[in-house]
């Protein structure tokens, strides 16, 4: 279907402040089939700042992709209105796919073409003028590293080398926008750093940056603005610090020791700063709202009861904590180093 | 956006060149139909074996007989030794049982003075195919070569079975090129997600079809000119004028551009090869068994003859025929090119119907 382009008078919705470029109202995306029917984006609303990375956040099979795909006009919503600038998605798809810029999950890139080839063909098909494509290739090919590497065919590249290419490939036309569907899935961590780096100066040309992710320290790296999304619901959005906050339970201190006296466990929770103490596989677990204020006090009952103590740990609730806190249950097994899920096959 | 559509035509023929390979199976294939196929099948016969005898009594030879036999052992084909290797036997028994046991292809049995008004008898190895319909007719010619003789004008030359064939091989190769080297590549396009690709730039779908439908229909035609060529170099092939040659290069280009649109629809609703690969298979060989490549569709039951109506290859080798063979203009063919035309226009208007669909 070939939605034809209608000019309304104004297509923004006039309670949307103009600072966001992205405003998403209600949006419900079903897929229906014979037998089932699946509801992968559930009344979604929320609104994305001009020129930050944004997060969306959520486990495989969450709804991220749907919504990506809806925002980049591959899917037509079942229901629900989204503007990307002042074009809505179901009226304007092609106005607004010349100004964003996608990079996929799955590879686009064609193998069998050479990085500059790649990236020239690219150029052509979202109209970047010749006059400015081959020196706009060149520096993109720079700002990757791969300038020695242009004219060798992509199958030989490693994966962080087609990623950093593919990403620079949805940047050729300087989009507003950029989405990264799952950008660093699968990447060995010098890679990830590399293409963390890569987004990061990305953003610094003033793009807005989509990002999904399923790993923590991606979004807690490089967001600003992180939503929640879980079975195709918007759980939470926020800035980074303030979803932190919004774990109750404060920091979290663990105490590695030998041998443990059962009778300091009440003594320690009687500190009205602490919210909770517990013992499991010989460590301590201590959540306190100030948990560096409060380290000497537990330390000095330790002491009075002789417990030897084998490490100390003290760290600030990371984003994991918080979705765990706010979903009961983990985003990913093993969020670091996992590669089980970096082979996520055709999904759609 | 006419932009985006050269650039993915000129990304798929970038690709088409960057595999040798490929092109050159592709064209080997029809090549071997043409020379081993060409060659194995419709080579004219000669020497077979053939007992003749005379009916008991046979006291003396009937004048028809002296003849007939002296016929039947110069009877050849112009430029060709002779057809028939004769053997005469003065026992219709023992000629018989040569036939059974082999030894002969065919018996012919010449009445004997007393039962004038007798038929000549003619037994033949009926298992075999080809020489039956052979012996039969040199019997009738000798015989009728008593009275009148046939005067024989080939009106378009001489034509091996070969050419006759060459030309149906034409179009084999296009169809050939775009259902397994156009489609496939297409369908792994969509694997690889390229075509996914495509489809978040402000490229019109149109465009990107039009791109595709380009490339296909230049390759095609490529390889039914290269095919062309070689058709002329090893069956001796005539073109006889220019515009005759222009003539076919049009032709060439309206079945090209009509089965890349087929095989754009077609593939369009495969998400993977083997499938996709089988349709193909069936496609091409109901297509052109059905065009007339090999033998006139007039041999063919009426049901089969339908097929050929709504077959492509049949008019792209018909017009061939014309043009090549019988050096006919637009006048003959003219037919067959809006036949084409018809199915191009058809074939296009459903590759972007269906492939719209698979986008969305």
């Keep these: 279907m070939e939605p034809q382009t209608f000019y309304h008078e104004d297509t923004r919705p006039h309670h949307a402040p103009t600072d966001s470029i992205i405003r998403i109202d209600h949006l419900t995306k079903v897929f229906q089939s014979k037998t089932k029917s699946v509801t992968a984006v559930d009344n979604i609303t929320f609104n994305v700042t001009r020129g930050e990375i944004f997060g969306l956040l959520g486990p495989n099979g969450a709804g991220k992709s749907t919504l990506i795909r809806i925002l980049t006009t591959l899917l037509r919503p079942t229901s629900g209105s989204a503007y990307v600038d002042q074009y809505e998605i179901t009226k304007d798809p092609e106005k607004i796919r010349s100004i964003i810029g996608v990079c996929p999950q799955n590879s686009t890139l064609d193998v069998e073409l050479t990085a500059y080839d790649n990236l020239e063909f690219y150029g052509k098909l979202v109209n970047v003028d010749d006059r400015i494509l081959d020196a706009r290739i060149w520096q993109l090919l720079e700002m990757t590293g791969l300038t020695d590497r242009a004219h060798v065919r992509v199958q030989t590249f490693s994966g962080g080398m087609k990623r950093k290419l593919e990403i620079v490939r949805a940047f050729i036309h300087h989009p507003l926008i950029l989405f990264l569907d799952e950008p660093t899935i699968g990447l060995d961590p010098e890679s990830r750093r590399e293409v963390w780096q890569q987004i990061t100066r990305l953003n610094e040309e003033e793009t807005t940056i989509i990002l999904t992710t399923h790993y923590m320290d991606e979004a807690e790296k490089l967001c600003r603005h992180i939503a929640f999304v879980d079975r195709g619901r918007l759980i939470t959005l926020d800035t980074l610090d303030n979803l932190k906050l919004a774990i109750p339970t404060g920091d979290l201190i663990e105490i590695g020791?030998?041998?443990?006296?059962?009778?300091?466990?009440?003594?320690?929770?009687?500190?009205?700063?602490?919210?909770?103490?517990?013992?499991?596989?010989?460590?301590?677990?201590?959540?306190?709202?100030?948990?560096?204020?409060?380290?000497?006090?537990?330390?000095?009952?330790?002491?009075?009861?002789?417990?030897?103590?084998?490490?100390?740990?003290?760290?600030?609730?990371?984003?994991?904590?918080?979705?765990?806190?706010?979903?009961?249950?983990?985003?990913?097994?093993?969020?670091?180093?996992?590669?089980?899920?970096?082979?996520?096959?055709?999904?759609? | 956006m006419i932009k985006g559509a050269v650039a993915i035509f000129k990304r798929d023929f970038k690709k088409f060149l960057s595999n040798p390979f490929v092109i050159i199976m592709t064209l080997v294939m029809p090549i071997m139909y043409l020379v081993i196929f060409g060659n194995a099948v419709g080579g004219t016969l000669t020497h077979i074996p053939l007992a003749v005898v005379q009916e008991q009594p046979y006291n003396d030879f009937t004048p028809l007989y002296t003849s007939s036999l002296q016929g039947l052992r110069t009877l050849a084909q112009k430029d060709y030794p002779p057809t028939f290797d004769v053997l005469v036997y003065n026992d219709e028994e023992k000629a018989k049982r040569a036939l059974q046991d082999g030894i002969v292809k065919g018996v012919v049995v010449f009445p004997s003075p007393i039962s004038r008004d007798n038929a000549v008898r003619l037994y033949v190895d009926s298992s075999d195919y080809a020489t039956p319909a052979l012996i039969e007719s040199g019997v009738q010619s000798v015989l009728v070569g008593e009275t009148n003789p046939v005067q024989i004008n080939k009106i378009y030359g001489d034509i091996k079975y070969i050419q006759f064939f060459g030309v149906g091989v034409?179009?084999?190769?296009?169809?050939?090129?775009?259902?397994?080297?156009?489609?496939?590549?297409?369908?792994?396009?969509?694997?690889?997600?390229?075509?996914?690709?495509?489809?978040?730039?402000?490229?019109?779908?149109?465009?990107?079809?039009?791109?595709?439908?380009?490339?296909?229909?230049?390759?095609?035609?490529?390889?039914?000119?290269?095919?062309?060529?070689?058709?002329?170099?090893?069956?001796?092939?005539?073109?006889?004028?220019?515009?005759?040659?222009?003539?076919?290069?049009?032709?060439?280009?309206?079945?090209?551009?009509?089965?890349?649109?087929?095989?754009?629809?077609?593939?369009?609703?495969?998400?993977?090869?083997?499938?996709?690969?089988?349709?193909?298979?069936?496609?091409?060989?109901?297509?052109?068994?059905?065009?007339?490549?090999?033998?006139?569709?007039?041999?063919?039951?009426?049901?089969?003859?339908?097929?050929?109506?709504?077959?492509?290859?049949?008019?792209?080798?018909?017009?061939?025929?014309?043009?090549?063979?019988?050096?006919?203009?637009?006048?003959?063919?003219?037919?067959?090119?809006?036949?084409?035309?018809?199915?191009?226009?058809?074939?296009?208007?459903?590759?972007?119907?269906t492939y719209r669909r698979t986008l969305e």
């Design chain 2, 170 to 353: 034409i179009v084999m190769a296009i169809f050939m090129t775009t259902m397994f080297g156009g489609g496939i590549a297409l369908i792994k396009d969509r694997e690889l997600g390229i075509i996914e690709g495509y489809l978040v730039t402000p490229v019109k779908r149109s465009s990107i079809i039009l791109g595709m439908i380009g490339s296909g229909t230049v390759r095609a035609f490529l390889a039914g000119f290269t095919i062309f060529i070689v058709d002329i170099l090893i069956t001796g092939i005539i073109v006889q004028s220019t515009e005759d040659f222009f003539l076919i290069l049009v032709v060439l280009f309206i079945t090209s551009l009509g089965v890349t649109s087929l095989m754009v629809s077609i593939a369009s609703r495969f998400i993977e090869q083997q499938s996709y690969s089988s349709v193909a298979a069936f496609f091409s060989l109901i297509l052109f068994m059905t065009s007339g490549a090999f033998y006139p569709t007039i041999g063919m039951p009426d049901w089969l003859r339908w097929i050929t109506i709504i077959n492509p290859e049949f008019y792209a080798v018909d017009a061939l025929r014309s043009i090549i063979l019988r050096g006919q203009g637009l006048n003959v063919i003219g037919m067959d090119i809006i036949a084409l035309l018809i199915f191009s226009a058809v074939a296009i208007t459903l590759g972007i119907s």
């Design chain 1, 257 to 348: 020791f030998e041998a443990m006296d059962e009778r300091l466990l009440p003594e320690i929770r009687a500190n009205d700063q602490i919210t909770s103490a517990d013992i499991r596989d010989s460590k301590l677990f201590i959540s306190a709202k100030n948990g560096s204020g409060v380290l000497p006090a537990i330390v000095a009952i330790l002491a009075k009861y002789s417990v030897p103590m084998t490490s100390i740990s003290i760290r600030p609730p990371s984003l994991e904590d918080v979705f765990i806190y706010l979903t009961g249950k983990k985003l990913d097994e093993g969020t670091s180093g996992d590669t089980k899920s970096s082979n996520g096959g055709n999904r759609q």
